[in-house]
């Protein structure tokens, strides 16, 4: 598969930690900032904020810090493709995002279940997939213009 429009790809492997949405962060702003829209880079920057908080806080809340998430960041032309592979347990993301929005007229004013909201809001395409290494792989993809 060719690549046309590739403006920029990076990849970024991090502990298991809370700690390393820091790096995680500042990886993305050297990526990103200059390629992406103000509105767009920070729409983004809070979809990668939650996916990468979520593989901590619950894919691998059981595993070691040493257990590695695995970050990539593409940017196109025509728009920008965030994924996270973590290495918990098989995850229905739909069925979680479509629970929250159903439990509550206003799913925004509880705590669970917020970051799958944001995450759906701010990107055009969300999509959590489980691959044949027993990885899942969060993927975000957002149109730039």
Known sequence: ?????????????VKTTLT????VLFWFEGI???????????????ALTEGFTNAVRHAHRALPETTLIELEVKVFSPWIEMR????????DLE??????????????????GRGLIF?????DELHYIRLEDQR??????????
């Open 95 to 112: 069925k979680a995002l479509e629970s929250v929005l159903q439990m509550h007229a206003d799913p925004l004013e509880h705590e669970g």
């Open 136 to 145: 899942n792989c969060l993927v975000m993809k957002k149109r730039i213009h």
């Open 32 to 46: 990103a900032f200059t390629l992406l829209p103000s509105n767009i880079f920070h729409q983004c920057q809070i």
């Open 119 to 123: 995450m759906s809001k701010l990107t």
């Open 1 to 13: 598969m060719i690549n046309a429009g590739l403006l920029a790809q990076s990849n970024l492997q």
């Open 20 to 23: 390393s949405l820091e790096e």
């Open 84 to 91: 996270i592979w973590d290495r918990g347990e098989p995850f």
